[in-house]
């Protein structure tokens, strides 16, 4: 049987080890050259696009000559006003590009030795960044689409004659969600987060090109599909596959969601689903590129994306 592709050597290109054998310098440079990959690392001013800049060395800061403007390499990103040390913050990166199933806030406090709050918005703005690679995404060709339900879980009661019909609209909590996933059989997974299948059907019209082929199951949300694309359906109560028409791809996408919400966020609110689905999105897409191009992928996205409009502001990230 072939190795497994994480088993393989060409799976670890990047350790924590290497990170901090290189020290706060080689992370810097790591940083420069992901921040202005178009210059191979000079720095740009962020408010006039100069390239004449002047070196703030001891602070690792740049001086704009055209407009005086002083900034460094995360001034205008999502990782602005960062209080971590470049190092430490390559090393987040890599530690939550690493994990296949994703890393809890916590884990990753432990790791770094900072603070669950910080690293909880730290993890939230990198997955942030993850998620714009695919916003301007539009699939086409053969494309699955699927839903899946989380959250709002009712705890049956103890004895049998106390317990709810938990299928009932009164009985519920109000809190589950559907994650909607299109997954393009040659491309991207993108996901959305709705109270029910329908509400997800605007956005399949709209990310999904005319002249695709979707593959469904046989929920009647997916009727109207019909109307737009060729649609193919399998019903999954008589065969999996059928035909070649299936929702696997699909499917593996929401079994690696359900270990990450199950093995490392556990309670997951409906407010931060979405980011849940789309970090397990970029894993599955990106699932067979070593651990040293995703962790320069995901700070490379990081260093491109603005200043986070969520996250900006709450608990800011200090070594400790
Ligand atoms: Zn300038």
Redo the contacts with the bound molecule.
């Keep these: 049987m072939a190795q497994h592709f994480l088993l393989s050597s060409k799976a670890r290109t990047l350790s924590l080890r290497d990170i901090y054998k290189g020290g706060e310098d080689a992370a810097y440079q790591t940083f420069l050259k992901l921040r202005w990959p178009e210059t191979e690392g000079e720095a740009v001013?962020?408010?006039?696009?100069?390239v004449d800049t002047y070196r703030i060395t001891t602070r690792r800061r740049f001086k704009?000559?055209?407009?005086?403007?002083q900034f460094s390499a995360t001034s205008g990103t999502i990782l602005h006003s960062r209080k971590l040390s470049f190092v430490d913050l390559l090393a987040a990166i890599c530690l939550v590009a690493n994990a296949a199933k994703g890393l809890s806030a916590l884990q990753l406090a432990r790791d770094l030795g900072i603070n669950p709050k910080s690293a909880f918005v730290l993890a939230h703005k990198i997955r942030e960044a993850l998620a714009r690679e695919t916003v301007a995404e539009k699939l086409a060709g053969e494309v699955e689409v699927d839903g899946a339900y989380f959250g709002g879980h009712v705890r049956p009661e103890n004895r049998k004659e106390d317990r709810k019909d938990r299928r009932l609209a009164e009985n519920q909590t109000g809190k589950r969600r559907v994650v909607v996933a299109l997954r393009a059989r040659q491309g991207r997974t993108l996901t959305a987060v709705y109270r029910t299948e329908d509400e997800s059907l605007p956005m399949i019209r709209e990310r999904v090109a005319d002249g695709s082929i979707i593959l469904a199951d046989e929920a009647a949300s997916w009727d109207p599909l019909h109307g737009w694309y060729t649609a193919k359906r399998i019903n999954h109560s008589i065969a999996f596959m059928d035909d070649g028409v299936c929702t696997n791809q699909a499917e593996s996408f929401f079994s690696r969601l359900r270990r990450m919400v199950g093995g490392q966020h556990h309670k997951v609110s409906g407010r931060h689903l979405h980011a849940y689905a789309s970090h397990a999105a970029w894993l599955e897409d990106h699932r067979r590129q070593d651990n040293g191009a995703l962790t320069r992928r995901a700070l490379g996205l990081a260093l491109a994306s603005p200043v986070s409009r969520v996250w900006t502001g709450k608990w800011q990230a200090r070594a400790g």
């Excluded at 001013?45 to 100069?50: H, L, Q, V």
């Excluded at 704009?64 to 403007?69: D, H, K, T």
């Design positions: 001013c962020p408010d006039c696009g100069c704009c000559a055209a407009c005086g403007v």
